[in-house]
């Protein structure tokens, strides 16, 4: 099955610094990565997601990339907030299951 | 705009009994996934439906079972709990096979079940 891993395990940052959280895929055959953001008490909710078609997509200060030839994709936060404070996940999919990497948590300090 | 809706949001149990957890997708998604979250741990896919048939099957233990119904809401049965069955139990849905955004997974607020 798909074996997604995830780093850093835990990220700090100044107010208005970037985050970047890194994750590898085994299986070439995913085609679908979308992150997740899950707040304390909260279901994840689905912040950016892209498309083995695409190389990169961006949603005002969220940009994902994709690197298929070597198996990772990355999220990148620009101007973090401390709303930003959270577990992130990444995750890949093939046959619409999702398999999570072990996620990141995000603490911006003001 | 609606959202996945799952209940009961907390649930306690003591060993050996059982639990049905239910969810109700968002309106016009036709596939219904279960997931579940153990403390620190990255969600698991348990099983999944499409149009009211079993889609796919996770790491869904032999005492659990689910099924879709007409109104494509979706239940999990759990029997003869075990402590390490407490957790949270997320529902997610997905839009119909013909969108674009077929593969979207939109999760709920979850259930957190504690077993005694």
């Known amino acids: 099955g798909e074996n997604v891993e995830q780093h850093p395990s835990t990220l700090s940052v100044q107010e208005g610094d970037s985050a970047v959280i890194k994750c590898t895929y085994s299986?070439?055959?995913?085609?679908?990565f979308p992150w997740y953001k899950q707040e304390l008490g909260k279901g994840p909710q689905l912040i950016i997601d892209i498309r083995s078609n695409v190389g990169e997509k961006k949603d005002q200060r969220i940009a994902v990339t994709l690197n298929k030839t070597a198996k990772h994709f990355s999220l990148h936060i620009t101007e973090t907030q401390p709303e930003d404070s959270a577990v992130y996940f990444c995750?890949?999919?093939?046959?619409?299951?999702?398999?999570f990497g072990a996620g990141t948590t995000v603490t911006v300090r003001a | 705009a609606a959202g996945v809706i799952q209940s009961p949001r907390h649930l306690i149990k003591e060993k050996r009994e059982t639990a049905t957890l239910k969810c109700y997708p968002i309106p016009r998604h036709d596939t219904v996934y279960w997931y579940q979250q153990g403390p620190g741990q990255d969600p698991q896919f348990l099983i999944s439906?499409?149009?009211?048939?079993?889609?796919d099957k996770g790491s869904i233990p032999d005492r659990f079972s689910a099924q879709q119904f007409s109104d494509y809401h979706s239940e999990l049965n759990m029997s003869s709990l075990e402590l390490g069955d407490s957790a949270l139990y997320f529902c997610a849905s997905s839009p119909l096979e013909t969108s674009e955004k077929y593969n979207e997974q939109f999760f709920g607020p979850g259930t957190r079940l504690t077993v005694l």
């Open positions: 299986d070439s055959a995913s085609n679908y």
């Open positions: 439906f499409y149009e009211k048939m079993q889609s």
């Open positions: 995750a890949a999919s093939r046959d619409y299951k999702l398999s």
